[in-house]
């Protein structure tokens, strides 16, 4: 199984924060921005790609286990957001690429196993 | 043996939004309780605090816990629901523009919360509070 580091050097990811997580096993990939929806349906491990970038997104990340959250396209992020994160240990990491493209790129190296 | 916890939680206080739903989690954790409780939890605590931070005046969660099941109680203090049927409805939300731009307001927050509970029970109606009730048996 794959970890976050590993899919952080291999998509180039930027670490913003959470670096204690790193090590955190893959399962699979969650991409959605209605907090609700993404309660009901992430599953353990899995990676998040949201373009929220408030503070919340992190207690949705904490309460559903996510593996670590991805914000596309270079969006900007609250410095709150970023305390929360490194505070509880929960990698934030930062792309240039869109959704659909982290999506592909994740399938291309098949990092979900 | 019971324990009970009561966390306050304050309107609009996005800023400590999911606090009280992390706090119950992390103890559901230390006691032991299977993941698959502890996820049910998770989501339907963290529906009733945002409930409540994003729709009511300010209220409570009242956790309890005995052997045989979790009890959370999620009081506000108003302005209570007109039409809980409405409520209850997928896709259903009287969230404000402002909110839903953060991506709550799905209107599946009730809908979440009944789905993860055993028992499920909701009291309201307007000009008074609204008390949520969700019960999940420990097996």
Known sequence: MYKV?????????????????????????????LLSWVMAHLQA???????QTHVNILAVALLADA????????????????????DEGI??????????????????HDLIK | MT?????????????????????????????GISSDVIKRVAV?????????????EGGIIELNIDPE??????KDTGPGIENIQKAMTEGFSTAPNEVRELGFGAGMGLPNIKRCSDIFDIESSLGESTTVTMIIKLN
């Open chain 1, 5 to 33: 580091i590993d899919v952080v050097k291999l998509l180039e990811l930027e670490v913003i924060a959470g670096e204690g997580g790193l090590e955190n096993p893959i399962t699979g990939v969650y991409i959605g921005d």
């Open chain 1, 45 to 51: 491990g899995n990676i998040w790609i949201t373009i």
């Open chain 1, 67 to 86: 593996a670590c959250v991805i914000i596309p396209e270079y969006a900007e992020i609250d410095h709150q957001t970023i305390e929360k994160a490194n």
């Open chain 1, 91 to 108: 990698p934030l990491l930062r792309s240039k690429f869109s959704a659909y493209q982290l999506a592909i790129k994740i399938k291309e």
């Open chain 2, 3 to 31: 324990i009970q916890v009561c966390y306050d939680i304050v309107r609009y206080d996005f800023s400590r939004a999911g606090e009280a739903s992390s706090s119950i989690k992390k103890l559901l954790k230390q006691l």
């Open chain 2, 44 to 56: 339907a605590t963290y529906e009733a605090e945002m409930n409540i931070i994003i729709h009511s």
């Open chain 2, 69 to 74: 099941k979790i009890k959370i109680v999620a």
